[in-house]
Structure formats: structure tokens, C-alpha cells
């Protein structure tokens, strides 16, 4: 339960993860088979993310995949977690989930982030001749707002499908910046603890000390994302989890591949430095049975006081995978 005696919400981060030996499309047919999974379970939110030139991730074409998702559902809300919006103008995006909200009305979320989603060529051949458009993420986000906006039909540019429409536009971040901007914009925010864990208390702080009540919202409202990997005991769990250690050390190493199946042990593996490096940027990240991660769960809950968790399971078996969402959702409602 919250603070204010609410129940919290869960949702689900996916990336359309690719594992090895397994093409593209059919890491969407897991994806597809996960949101349907997890929308019966009861989760709030499945929302995907922007990545571009990764062997291991096939969610680049994002919102393409959010309307095969939502498509393919019914109750479940559909978003980005998020939008790369410097790779992007803002009429295309508002064009784009304009017609995504109006396939699937009040079920779409708009999750908008700054950084590029991949390495700095990727990037320049994103953006062009656009590099710094990082730098004026506030203006783009402002942009895209007057778009949606209904006051926006006396523009001499207009977003069709898209003005008027009441899509939800989140922040979103992995340091303080991003708090600034989401509490002077009034508007909700979602950290990235799953992978950058140091600046998140501080970061909520900011958000709810500076938050200006808006038109969008009235009080601050806080997600954050948390990696999770539960199984019917500790062990299984956590030789689980090695296939997403694994996958994190070829990120630490600059060798990107693709998510491999568990092994034994990680000893002999990575170093005790990159295991050290590894655990300090996987802080946020509850591994074991369920009573475990109810346990690491709960005392996360206590620290925040975050209004919303949004998980994500680097999981190379897909049965075990869904297993894992299972136990989440049973563990999150006795919280």
C-alpha cells in the first residue's frame, strides 16, 4: 500500500529483448505473449523502449511495436519508456501516438526521454545534423505539447491524428535533470533505478520539493523502474539472474551480445571489479523466491515512497520469465 493507503500500482518494462540463437521476430512474439500474460495478471502498464543498433534489443522501431502490443491486447495501457524525443520531431511523434490513441483510446501513455538510446555514431546517423538536440529537450517537449493541444487547431501546422487528444506525457530520467524539468512541467516522472540507481532519492526529492501543479497534473506522481527475477526458491532465482549478469558484463566490456542462457556460476567470469561495478549499477534489483523479493520489495517501497513500480525481468527463458512476472504480481499485492 502507499502512504496515502492506495494500492500501487504495477506495470512492466519490456525491450523486445533477442536471445541467442532467436530472430527479431520472435523476440515480438515473446513480447506479445508477455503483455497478454501480465494484462491478465492485473499489471497496469506495458511499455517498451527506444534502443537502436543493439544485437540484444529489438525495440527500436517503438512505436511500431506499441501498436502491434496494443493490438493484440485489450485492458492493459500501452506506452514508451521511452521516446528518445531528440532522435524525433515532435509533429511525427505527435502525429504517430495521436494515431496510436485514437486506434486505442485511454490506453495510450507517452513516456519522453533525452538521451539518444545508443552510442554517438548511432546517434549522428539519428539525428543528422541535429546533434545537440539533447540540449533543447525542454523546448521539444513543449513543442509536442502544443500539438496535442486542442488550442493548437488554429496552427498553420497541425498533428492529424493527435490535437485534442488526451495522451499522458511522462518524463523520463536517470539523473536530476530530469527531475527539474518533469516538477517545472507538472508533470509525472519515471526514473531509470534499474540501471542508474545513484541519483534516485535524490532526484525524487527535487521532483517533489520544486513540483508545480499543472493542467495534466495536480500533485507529483513518481515511477520507478526496478529490475526483477523471481523463481520457486533462492537458487533457481539466482542462477537465473546469471543470464542477465552476463549480458550487463558485455555492456561493462564494450561487447554487446545477445542474452544467453544461465550458467552455474559468474565466479571465474567477470572479475571482482566488474562483479563490484555491476552490483553498484544493479542496486535496484530484487532476485530470489517470492518471499525474498517481497522482502527487498517492501523495504524499496518504505525508501521511496514511489506512487508506481515499473519492472523489467532479463530472463532467457521465456517460460521462467512469465513464471517470474507471476510471482511478482502475487508478492506486490500482499505489499
Same mark, same amino acid.
Given at each position: 500500500?502507499s502512504k496515502?493507503?492506495i494500492?500501487?500500482?504495477?506495470?512492466?518494462?519490456?525491450?523486445a529483448?533477442?536471445l541467442?540463437g532467436?530472430?527479431p521476430?520472435e523476440?515480438?512474439?515473446n +513480447?506479445?505473449?508477455?503483455?497478454?500474460?501480465?494484462e491478465?495478471?492485473?499489471?497496469k502498464?506495458?511499455w517498451?523502449?527506444e534502443?537502436?543498433?543493439m544485437v540484444?534489443v529489438a525495440?527500436?522501431?517503438?512505436?511500431v511495436l506499441?501498436?502491434?502490443i496494443?493490438?493484440?491486447?485489450?485492458?492493459i495501457?500501452?506506452?514508451?519508456?521511452?521516446?528518445?524525443l531528440?532522435?524525433?520531431a515532435?509533429l511525427?511523434?505527435a502525429?504517430?501516438?495521436?494515431?496510436?490513441a485514437s486506434?486505442?483510446?485511454?490506453?495510450?501513455d507517452?513516456g519522453?526521454?533525452?538521451a539518444p538510446?545508443?552510442d554517438?555514431v548511432?546517434a549522428r546517423?539519428?539525428?543528422?545534423?541535429?546533434l545537440g538536440?539533447?540540449h533543447?529537450?525542454?523546448? !521539444?517537449?513543449?513543442?509536442?505539447?502544443?500539438y496535442?493541444?486542442?488550442?493548437?487547431?488554429? +496552427?498553420a501546422?497541425?498533428?492529424i491524428?493527435g490535437?485534442? *487528444?488526451?495522451i499522458?506525457?511522462w518524463?523520463?530520467?536517470?539523473?536530476?535533470?530530469?527531475a527539474?524539468l518533469?516538477?517545472?512541467?507538472?508533470?509525472p516522472?519515471?526514473f531509470?533505478?534499474?540501471?542508474?540507481?545513484a !541519483?534516485?532519492?535524490?532526484a525524487?526529492k527535487i521532483?517533489?520539493?520544486r513540483?508545480?501543479? +499543472?493542467e495534466?497534473?495536480?500533485?507529483p506522481?513518481?515511477m520507478?523502474?526496478?529490475?526483477?527475477i523471481?523463481?520457486?526458491?533462492?537458487?533457481?532465482?539466482?542462477r537465473?539472474?546469471?543470464?542477465?549478469? !552476463?549480458l550487463f558484463?558485455?555492456?561493462?566490456?564494450?561487447n *554487446?551480445?545477445?542474452m544467453?542462457?544461465p550458467?552455474?556460476?559468474m565466479?571465474?567470469v567477470?572479475t571482482?571489479?566488474e562483479?563490484?561495478?555491476?552490483?553498484q549499477?544493479?542496486?535496484? +534489483?530484487?532476485i530470489g523466491?517470492?518471499a525474498?523479493v517481497?522482502q527487498?520489495?517492501?523495504q524499496f517501497?518504505?525508501?521511496? !515512497?514511489?506512487?508506481e513500480?515499473?519492472?523489467t525481468a532479463?530472463?532467457?527463458?521465456?517460460q521462467?520469465?512469465l513464471?517470474s512476472?507471476?510471482?511478482?504480481?502475487e508478492?506486490?499485492?500482499?505489499?
Open positions: 500500500m496515502q493507503g494500492k500501487r500500482p504495477l506495470s512492466v518494462l519490456d525491450l529483448p533477442v541467442e532467436q530472430t521476430s523476440a515480438f512474439q +513480447s506479445m505473449r508477455l503483455a497478454k500474460h501480465v491478465k495478471l492485473g499489471y502498464r506495458f517498451m523502449a534502443h537502436h543498433n540484444s525495440s527500436s522501431a517503438t512505436v506499441l501498436g502491434y496494443a493490438g493484440g491486447t485489450s485492458t495501457r500501452v506506452g514508451s519508456g521511452g521516446i528518445m531528440p532522435n524525433h515532435p511525427v511523434v502525429e504517430q501516438f495521436g494515431t496510436l486506434l486505442y483510446p485511454g490506453r495510450i507517452l519522453l526521454g533525452r538510446g545508443t554517438q548511432t546517423a539519428l539525428r543528422r545534423d541535429r538536440a539533447g533543447d529537450f525542454p523546448e !521539444q517537449v513543449q513543442e509536442l505539447q502544443q496535442l493541444s486542442f488550442d493548437n487547431h488554429t +496552427s501546422v497541425r498533428a491524428p490535437e485534442g *487528444l488526451a499522458p506525457i518524463i523520463l530520467g536517470s539523473s536530476t535533470d530530469s527539474h518533469a516538477a517545472a512541467m507538472g508533470l516522472y519515471a531509470a533505478s534499474h540501471f542508474a540507481p !541519483q534516485l532519492h535524490t525524487f521532483y517533489r520539493e513540483f508545480r501543479p +499543472s495534466f497534473l495536480q500533485a506522481y513518481t520507478a523502474c526496478v529490475n526483477v523471481a523463481a520457486d526458491t533462492d537458487a533457481a532465482a539466482n537465473l539472474a546469471t543470464s542477465f549478469y !552476463q558484463l558485455g555492456i561493462i566490456r564494450g *554487446l551480445r545477445r544467453g542462457p550458467i552455474d556460476s565466479e571465474g567477470w571482482p571489479y562483479a563490484a561495478h555491476a552490483q549499477m544493479l542496486a535496484c +534489483s530484487f523466491s517470492g525474498t517481497q527487498g520489495l517492501q517501497l518504505e525508501d521511496t !515512497q514511489v506512487d513500480v515499473i519492472a532479463h530472463i532467457y527463458d521465456q521462467d520469465r513464471h512476472y507471476e510471482i511478482l504480481k508478492v506486490f499485492d500482499r505489499l
